[in-house]
């Protein structure tokens, strides 16, 4: 499978917190319905090529969201800026219902939850032992690969269902990453251009060792759906390519008050 990534268009303004959050509150006002009643069945085919990875994907969204929440409040707080802590949370409850609807898939289905992999422990203490800006960027890693695992998913598989949250899913990814990639070009704001480039290159280089372990662990299922190694790890880099102009905070030269209402984090 082939998939066109657009070239950057030019770039919003940059938005803030309360923009955030009504985008949010909005969209969980706004979601596709979803066919339930047409329910979970997988061909044996299908089955054997999704299971193991739609199992991985459930868990990793289902994080509570403790550290990031915990994060955003105090710099919420520092900062006078209680929206974003507000749009943080509003955040997490939509990664938790793309949890939620997918494991009320995999139950129709009959799919069994699992507690632990080892990708999304790894996952998980790398965004708890991080800052506010590190967590960020690993999360936004994970968003990247959602933008281009979740297609492939949609095309491994004929079921209804699942190829509308996939739909869902995917609408909801794009602001994700624009989200939190704003976030880090204002937290990055009074850094040098440096170490602004230099994270920039270590993000880049996480994000390709983070895509060769999700290829080892969900590969099958993307092939399913016509995505090969090499597409995989090209749309991976396409979309960070995407992902880093949004974080540069050179890219927000022109927004100068926008970007100078917030101190060093």
Known sequence: MT??????A???????????????????????????????????????????SIQGFQLGESSEGFHLSKCAQAW???????????????????EQRHARDLG???????????????PDTVFRKLRHCAN???????????????????PALQQATA???LRKLCDQI?????????????????????RSRFTVVSRQALHRFFLFGTSLVVWHKHGRAMKAGGLGF???????????ELARQLMDPAAYATEEAALTRFEKA
Not at 3 to 8: L, P
Not at 21 to 27: G, V
Not at 104 to 118: C, S
Not at 170 to 190: G, M, N, T, W
Request: with cysteine.
């Open 230 to 240: 090499a597409a995989f790890m090209r749309e991976c880099s396409r979309e960070f």
């Open 159 to 161: 079921s209804p269902v």
């Open 10 to 52: 030019p770039r919003p303004s940059l938005r803030s917190s309360r923009q955030w959050d009504d985008y949010f509150a909005r969209n969980e006002q706004e979601l596709m319905p979803i066919p339930w009643e047409a329910g979970g069945e997988l061909t044996d085919q299908e089955r054997k090529a999704i299971t193991s």
């Open 76 to 94: 919420s707080e520092r900062h006078a800026d209680p929206d974003y802590y507000e749009a943080i949370k509003r955040f997490i409850r939509e």
């Open 170 to 190: 995917i609408q909801d990814e794009k602001p994700h990453v624009e989200f939190q990639c704003e976030r880090l070009a204002i937290l990055r704001r009074h």
């Open 104 to 118: 009320r898939f995999m139950e129709m289905a009959d799919i069994p939850k699992v507690r632990q992999t080892w």
């Open 3 to 8: 998939r066109e990534v657009q070239q950057a």
């Open 132 to 150: 506010l800006e590190l967590s960020i960027a690993v999360l936004v890693t994970a968003e990247i690969i959602a933008k281009v695992y979740y």
